[in-house]
Nanobody, 124 residues
Framework: QVRIEESGGGLVQPGGSLRLSCTVS????????MGWYRQTPGNQRELVAT?????YTNYAEFVKGRFAISRDNAKVYLQMNDLQPEDTAVYYC????????????????????WGQGTQVTVSA
């Protein structure tokens, strides 16, 4: 069974910082692109940042210069600085398994694993 579990959410004042962590099963972590997404009530889940298994990063425009994604040792991190009320959301960790290595591991060429989410609230 694949483990993917977020931690680190909470309440922070505007301008503050939080660091989210995601623990992932090593077997999936080794071959997956990892990402953070967020969702607010009534809205679709949106991409925040991704990092490939080779370390390439991609960010949504609204977080560039404020957030940083990293990965190491079966963990994925999202450092969030200068948080604003509009960053309030449930943040989800994603592991995107793809390709032949994915097929060898789980029997499918592509699959998305999601954590249960962690609430981030930015409020004075």
């Amino acid at each position: 069974q694949v483990r993917i579990e977020e931690s680190g959410g909470g309440l922070v004042q505007p301008g503050g910082s939080l660091r989210l962590s995601c623990t992932v099963s090593q077997s999936i972590f080794n071959i997956a692109d990892m990402g953070w997404y967020r969702q607010t009530p009534g809205n679709q889940r949106e991409l925040v940042a991704t990092i490939s298994d080779g370390g390439y990063t991609n960010y949504a425009e609204f977080v560039k210069g404020r957030f940083a994604i990293s990965r190491d040792n079966a963990k994925v991190y999202l450092q969030m600085n200068d948080l604003q009320p509009e960053d309030t959301a449930v943040y989800y960790c994603n592991a995107h398994c793809k390709g032949y290595l994915c097929y060898q591991l789980i029997g499918a060429y592509e699959y998305n694993y999601w954590g249960q989410g962690t609430q981030v609230t930015v409020s004075a």
